[in-house]
Every structure is written in C-alpha cells, then in structure tokens.
C-alpha cells in the first residue's frame, strides 16, 4: 500500500470546519478526523502499510504484542496484529487496556516487547500515561503507533502513523 493511498483514505475521513471542535478534554481543532468512517477495507489497507512502517523503524527489534489503547475502535490494533504476523512469522497478541482492566491484563505484558496502538493520538497524554505504567510493569514500549498523529513533536519512543495531522490547540482551563 504506498503512501498517498493511505493519504487518500484518510482525507476521505477530513473535515475542515470554520469553527474549532472541541477534541477530548482539553483541546480543540478545525481539522477533525471521522476515523469511524472508515472501512475495514480501509483499516485493513492502513495496517498493511503501518506494518511495513513498523518493521522498518523499530528494526531490528520486533513487537511481541500491541496494546490497543481505550478508545480505540476501528479495529486497527487487532488488524495490524494480523499484518505483523504475516511479516515476521510470529503470532503477536492484542491486549485492550482501559483503566478498568489495566489490573488484569498487566501480566501479559511482563518481559515483552510493547507497541501501543490508537486511532488517534493528539496531546499523547493517555500514550504517556500508559507508556510509563507499562514500563513500570516490566515490558518495554518500543513505539506508538496511530492512524493520525497529532501530537506535538517526539515522544519517548518513536510515533508511527499511516499519516501526519493537523495538530491541535491546548484549550485554556
């Protein structure tokens, strides 16, 4: 899948608004992201790119299991589970965390190596949070990765993204 497929599909999911929208708690944008209008098609097609991303960055490294982060819902964590599979020949497990069962998933992620995956990342906050409660739990975070990254610069580890947001304002409290 080349790279201005990918970009195709996602401006598919674009709008452009006048006014900003308020985007989770604490930012807002005039660029929104209706990633739930994406199909598995497209999702499918997006992870086979994310996976030869993937491959490439972290190499030689390689993910024993990706963490779908809460809120995702596009299926993209489990769809590229699949793809990396495929490449490296190796079945990668998808775990779903939200704050509700981080407890009973954590010893699944001792003594692996971690990718987190989420639809979107803007601030990276939730990424962080989960990152350093991960870490702290014995696994090693190799990489982020998202279908649209909005963040501000670099994390701890690499972003990998099938394409690069618009990024968003901090609204003020």
């Not at 739930?36 to 790119?49: G, P, Q, R």
Request: hydrophobic share 40%; with cysteine.
């Amino acid at each position: 899948m080349s790279i201005n497929n990918v970009r195709e599909i996602i401006a598919s999911v674009t709008e452009f608004r006048q006014m900003p929208l308020q985007i989770g708690s604490r930012c807002e944008s005039n660029v929104f992201y209706r990633i739930e209008n994406l199909s598995s098609k497209d999702i499918e097609n997006c992870a086979e790119h994310l996976a030869e991303k993937v491959l490439s960055v972290l190499s030689p490294q390689v993910p024993d299991i990706l963490v779908s982060l809460h809120g995702s819902y596009t299926g993209l964590a489990q769809e590229l589970g699949k793809k990396l599979s495929e490449l490296v020949y190796q079945q990668l497990d998808v775990v779903n965390l939200d704050p509700k069962n981080y407890s009973k998933n954590k010893d699944k992620l001792k003594d692996k190596n971690a990718i987190l995956v989420n639809d979107v990342i803007t601030t990276a906050r939730t990424c962080l949070a989960y990152h350093s409660q991960i870490t702290v739990d014995n696994a090693r975070v190799l990489g982020w990765v998202t279908l649209v990254d909005r963040t501000f610069g670099p994390g701890p580890v690499p972003i990998i993204s099938a394409v690069k947001g618009e990024p968003v304002r901090i609204m003020e409290s």
